[in-house]
C-alpha cells in the first residue's frame, strides 16, 4: 500500500522512508499536492489530524501527516504549535532559532522537548501516535544535518545536538522516530 505523506520537507519524507519499510511513502507532490494545507487548531494533535484529512477529503488516499511542535519550560512550553512560524509566517528555521535563543537570553532553565503527533488516515479513519524527545536548548547553533530546531536541541544524556548526529543515530531517539515507529508495528500488525 501507497502512503501519501502530508509534506514535501526532503528531510521528513528521507525519514519516514527510512522507518516505513514495508510500504511506499511518498511526498505530497507524488500526487501532484502543493495546497497550503490548513493547521488552524491550537494543539499538535488537532492539527496533525486536520491536515491528514484534508488529503483523505481531497484525495481519498491513505495518508498520515505530522505536526511537531518544540516545547521550551522557561517560555511556558512556547513556541509549541507555532514552532514552524515562531519568527513569522515566513517559517524560516534559521529565523526561528535566533528568535527563540534572544528569548531565552539569561535563562537558567533551557529545557525543552520535542513533541511530535503522526496521524495516519486509513480508509477515512484517523489513528494517532505520539513521540517526545527530552533535552535542552543549547546557547548556540552547532552541526549542519537534519532540519528544523536541530542545531540548537541537544538531547538528553548526549553531548552533541540533532544537528550533529548522523541520520541513523538521530532516528534511533527522534520524537517523529518515535511516532512513525508506533506508527509502522500499527501498519505490520494489519492496523490494529
Known amino acids: 500500500m501507497d502512503l501519501i505523506f502530508a509534506t514535501n520537507n526532503a528531510g521528513k519524507l528521507a525519514e519516514a522512508q527510512a522507518i516505513i519499510k514495508n510500504h511506499k511513502v511518498v511526498s505530497l507532490k507524488e500526487i501532484g499536492c502543493y495546497d497550503d494545507i ?3 487548531h491550537e494543539t499538535i494533535s488537532e492539527n496533525a489530524e486536520e491536515k491528514a484529512m484534508y488529503l483523505w477529503n481531497k484525495y481519498h488516499v491513505n495518508c498520515f501527516s ?3 511542535g518544540l516545547e521550551v519550560s522557561a517560555l511556558n512550553n512556547a513556541p509549541g504549535v507555532y514552532s514552524a512560524r515562531y519568527a513569522g509566517p515566513k517559517k524560516d528555521p534559521n529565523d526561528n532559532m535566533a528568535l527563540l535563543l534572544k528569548n531565552l537570553e539569561g535563562a537558567e532553565d533551557r529545557s525543552a522537548r520535542f513533541h511530535t503527533e503522526v496521524v495516519l488516515v486509513i480508509d477515512g479513519v484517523p ?3 505520539e513521540g517526545y524527545v527530552n533535552g535542552a536548548i543549547t546557547l548556540e547553533k552547532r552541526g549542519s544535518e537534519g532540519f528544523g530546531y536541530d542545531p540548537i536541541f541537544q538531547p538528553s544524556g548526549y553531548g552533541v545536538t540533532m544537528a550533529e ?3 541513523d543515530e538521530k ?3 527522534s ?3 518515535m511516532a512513525l515507529q ?3 508495528v500499527f501498519l505490520a500488525n494489519g492496523c490494529k
Open 38 to 40: 490548513p493547521e488552524t
Open 165 to 167: 548526529m548522523s541520520a
Open 171 to 173: 532516528n534511533s531517539i
Open 175 to 177: 520524537h517523529r522516530a
Open 182 to 184: 508506533k506508527m509502522a
Open 127 to 129: 489513528h494517532h501516535f
Open 66 to 68: 505530522d505536526d511537531t
